[in-house]
C-alpha cells in the first residue's frame, strides 16, 4: 500500500493516541528532551557518530565526509557556546576557545590543554565562518562569483576525525564539571 504523503510531518497537537510504544518519532520543544544547547550539541555529535560507524563499515567516507564535519564542529561550537555563554553570538570557534581557556584559567583549572586549541584551531582554519562544510563555495561579494570552498585537494580521515571529536567531547564534558554547567 502506498504511503500517504498528505499529511504534515509536524504535530502540534492531539497526542493522545501516542505512548511509549511509539519509536519511530519523537517529541521535540516545550517539556521534551534537552532542548538548550549542550543538549542539542549531543545530539549533533551523536549523529555524526553513527554516519562515521556506517561511512567506515561501508567503505563510503566520501558520502559523508561533509555532514560528519558539519555536525562535529556545529555539536563543538554549541558546546562552547554553553560553556562560554558569549554576549554576542559568534561562529568564531577560536574566541570561544579563547574565552573558555580564560574563564578556566581565572577560575583556577589551568585552562585547556594544547591539543584541544589546536584541533578547533583546525576545525576554524578551514570552516571560519561556519558555511564551509555546509555549501559547495562561499557566497558571492562585491559582484564576484562565488568560490569554491576547497578549491585543492585535501585528505580527511574520518575515523581520526571521529576520535578527535570525542577527545574534544571529553575536554568539554570535563569544563562543564568544573564550571558546574
Not at 570561544?96 to 578547533?120: I, P, Y
Request: glycine fraction near 6%.
Amino acid at each position: 500500500m502506498p504511503r500517504d504523503f498528505s499529511q504534515p510531518m509536524f504535530h502540534t497537537d492531539n497526542f493522545d493516541e501516542i505512548d511509549e510504544t511509539w519509536t519511530h518519532g519523537t517529541f521535540i520543544g516545550g517539556l521534551a528532551g534537552a532542548y538548550h544547547d549542550a543538549g542539542v550539541a549531543n545530539q549533533y555529535m551523536l549523529a555524526s557518530d553513527q554516519l562515521v560507524s556506517w561511512a567506515l563499515q561501508n567503505q563510503r567516507a566520501y558520502d559523508v565526509i561533509l555532514p560528519v564535519l558539519f555536525l562535529c564542529r556545529h555539536g563543538l561550537e554549541l558546546r562552547l557556546k554553553h560553556l562560554v555563554r558569549p554576549a554576542k553570538l559568534t561562529h568564531d570557534l577560536v574566541a570561544l576557545t579563547s574565552a573558555l581557556d580564560e574563564e578556566l584559567k581565572t577560575s583556577g583549572f589551568g585552562g585547556l590543554t594544547s591539543e584541544f586549541v589546536s584541533r578547533v584551531g583546525e576545525f576554524h582554519l578551514f570552516d571560519e565562518r561556519a558555511d564551509a562544510f555546509r555549501f559547495h563555495a562561499a557566497k558571492a561579494t562585491k559582484g564576484l562569483p562565488p568560490k569554491a570552498h576547497f578549491p585543492e585537494e585535501i585528505w580527511v580521515d574520518l575515523a581520526y576525525i571521529r576520535d578527535v571529536a570525542s577527545r574534544l567531547e571529553s575536554e568539554l564534558a570535563w569544563c562543564a564539571r568544573v564550571l558546574r554547567r
